[in-house]
């Protein structure tokens, strides 16, 4: 058809007809309003989810720690600890413990019956074996009487809560992502580890908290600030800390372990010096404490002995049943830690690696894994969240179905809950006491933490063979 019989023909269909090609002009615009239609409603969806996990958080986190009732806690032996160092007294002896429990909290009656048969370490876990650096710097709390120090524990522990959420995601390049800031902060509220940690006031928290911080500062180029927040974390819970420490020494950033290496020394420095000064004979008590905790303790032991042990994260827990012997389980734990170590190391020292998300929350679940760990120290799980919630665009189906469902069993304290149905006669005993409960059921975190660690780093192999990388979080050149 010629172009003049083209023309006459739109000619002919007068100005109706024309609507039809205004209409698919506009296909572009009506698609782009209709993904915004739905990332509206996602984020209405999400900030339900917010509210409804933030009521979680209030309520089972510092609801709970700030009740009247409690009495006990995590914080209160290293607050009566540093209560004692202050004062000149052996931090690491029972009755010193016993004589300077404050007023303000609830004098138990098993705290005289249990000193007297010195069974108090081994079923309590206190005066418990933190380092001498932890009550060097927990001592200003103990210029406030009980209650008002495990307030401002727990207002600390909330606030930093707020801000290592917000380093998160600017770790992450998240920012100018609603959905997935929004999906972030859902999830991180929603982490049962951090409800049971807060309110318990185990100083995990703060440690893992300030460890994260960190990362932030580190990215912005503020080594000092960096190192300072490090010696904390360490300082507190070093089991924390290490793991963090361990990455900054790994991506060379001497400035930072320098800075964080003196001043953990200079605590324990000043710990010591103050023990020394009052001739304090603390050491056969602090070697005692521990000798009570992972030797025939309650709280750190891992076989049946323990009623409690379906609380910890370590692989002792799962071994111990399947090899039939306290020590070898020991060995065969810290034997697969060393080996996904070293694969996490291999993949982290190949040209062209770079600090990312990734690396560090593979060795954060790696570092749960072979020493003594309970269910608050998996708050060390917000890294890979984040990570995992900042590339679930880039991940395939399956992966990313699988890593979610390693994460669920982190939304419930469940081995505890467990454990509460188990005495309370709910769970029949054919059941509770049978090899495949008691091996895969009641420990399924630790089979979580395993499987997580192992996908993190197939995920890491995956990354290096594709040649791409999250997004990175330190500087490239050393410090």
Known sequence: MSSGAVSSAVDRQGPDSAAPVLLSDLGPAKRKLGVYKREKKTLVVLAILIVLAGAEFVWRGPARALRVEAGFNDFLSPYVQSRAWALGNDPYSPKELVRLWPLGATRFKFLAKELADGSLTARRGIPTAYPLSCFVLLSPFTLLPWPAANLAWVLISVGLFAAMLLALVSCAGMPHDKTLTFAFIAGSLALAPFHTGISNGNPAVIAAELSILALWTAKTNHNIATGVLMALSLGI????????????????????????????????????????????????????????????????????????????????????????????????????????????????????????????????????????????????????????????????????????????PFLLPGGSLLETLRDSGRIPSSIATSWLWNEFVMPHAVWSLLFLAVFLLWEMGRQRAQGTTSAAILSTAPQ
């Not at 012997?325 to 996490?344: E, P, S």
């Not at 003594?372 to 179905?401: E, G, I, K, M, Q």
């Open 237 to 408: 819970k070093p089991q924390i800390g290490f793991c963090f420490l361990l990455y900054f020494l790994v991506r060379r950033c001497w400035r930072v372990v320098a800075v964080a290496a003196t001043i953990f020394c200079l605590a324990m420095s000043i710990g010591l010096l103050r023990l020394h000064w009052s001739h304090v004979a603390w050491l056969p008590n602090y070697i005692q404490d521990n000798q009570a905790l992972f030797g025939g303790g309650i709280l750190g032991d891992f076989r049946p002995l323990n009623p409690t042990r379906f609380g910890m994260l370590n692989l002792q827990l799962v071994l111990d049943p399947l090899v039939g012997t306290a020590g070898f389980a020991n060995v065969l734990a810290i034997a697969l830690g060393a080996l996904l170590f070293a694969v996490w190391a291999w993949f982290v020292s190949r040209p062209g690696s770079q600090a990312n998300l990734l690396e560090l929350s593979a060795l954060a679940v790696i570092s749960l894994l072979p020493v003594y760990h309970r269910f608050h120290d998996a708050v060390l799980l917000v890294v890979p969240l984040c990570w995992y919630l900042a590339n679930l665009r880039w991940l395939s189906r399956v992966s990313a179905r699988l890593a979610a469902l390693l994460f669920v």
